[in-house]
């Protein structure tokens, strides 16, 4: 609907429409709004980096070009582990990545990925619009200069690409794995040395032995990235990103000169990015599984009770040890607590009550 039809069926009358007119010439007047992003995925990297893209021009398409968007995909301008000091320096405008990268800086930010035995993305969407969520983000945000939103997702992800079978926490000691965030913490307490890489150096790392596993995302994202090549178990489910939230940091002084409008014609677009990317991702992940299984001999394999129960319980230990950092990441686990309580218990009832029994009688499986 364009902005006439608009103003006409919202009821304005002749007096409103005039209003309209007079506001819209100093508008048509205003100089461009410009806001270079900085990214830490790949250009054109199916699911991640094309959601960032499409993030981008979005922004700039709801703003009608008001907002002139530059969009930088890792390396191009700067490193993909860049990209949040380029924000805050004011270098650059905004990111969109994955906010438990920075958890060197501050723990808390790993709460606003995805942590250990966390959120889904049902959960943690409601948890930051409805549970408190975003308020705690704003203000861990605001202590680097920050304005951060929910951006995206890729939902529960795989537990991983391993060169050898896990049977027993036992297998995971002295292994090395390319596992960022809290779950990396948990792999260590279990014996792994966890390696923090970019998407783009995974591939190679793997292939020559640098790492001896992986973790990314799921089905879709992992077919591209070829990891079948150097890996033969892909192991299910990942206790450690099982929502994992994406967001559009931007610099909070930027943020703040803009007007209304524009803070809204972002924040829409970050919402509706944060669907359509769990949309996409869901749908493709079932189409590229049964690729990896049938074209290319990928064994499915999933981590054991036992397994399962020493990550819990490293899990533990590691939250223990994070909250201790500050009063701000205390109130941050607290209230996910809280959050993953209420939601679990209502998601154990609703989605998971009835998928399970959905695919019991239509006979689904793995």
Known sequence: MDRRSFIKKAGLGAGGAAVASTLAAPAIAQSTT??????????????????AQRLSARIGELSEGRIAVQYFAAGERVGAFDSFDEVASGNAQAYI???????????????????????TYAEIDAWIKFGGGQELWDELAGEFGLKN??????????????????????????????IPGLGGDVMAKLGASPVSLPGGQIYENLVSGAVDATEWVGPWNDYFMKFYEAAKYYYYPGMHEPGSQLALGMNASWWGTLSKTDQQIITAACMEENAVSMAETNQNNGIYLNKLIDEHGVELRKFSEEVYDAFGEASEE?????????????????????ARSDLG?????????????????LGITI
Do not use: C
């Open 318 to 338: 590691v939250f223990d040890e994070t909250i201790q950092h500050s009063d701000l990441t205390a109130r941050v686990h607290e209230s996910f607590v809280q």
């Open 97 to 119: 990545g994955a906010d438990y990268y920075w958890k060197g800086k501050h723990p808390a930010w790993a709460y606003f990925t995805a942590v250990p035995f966390g959120l």
């Open 149 to 178: 939103l929910a951006a995206g997702n890729t939902g529960v992800q795989m537990g991983g690409w391993f060169n050898k079978e896990i049977e027993t926490a036992d297998d995971l000691k002295g292994l090395k794995m390319r």
């Open 345 to 361: 218990r209502w998601m154990l009832l609703a989605d998971t009550g009835y998928t399970e029994q959905r695919n019991r009688v």
């Open 34 to 51: 410009d806001m270079v992003i900085v990214s830490t995925w790949s250009r054109d990297f199916p699911g991640l980096g094309t959601s």
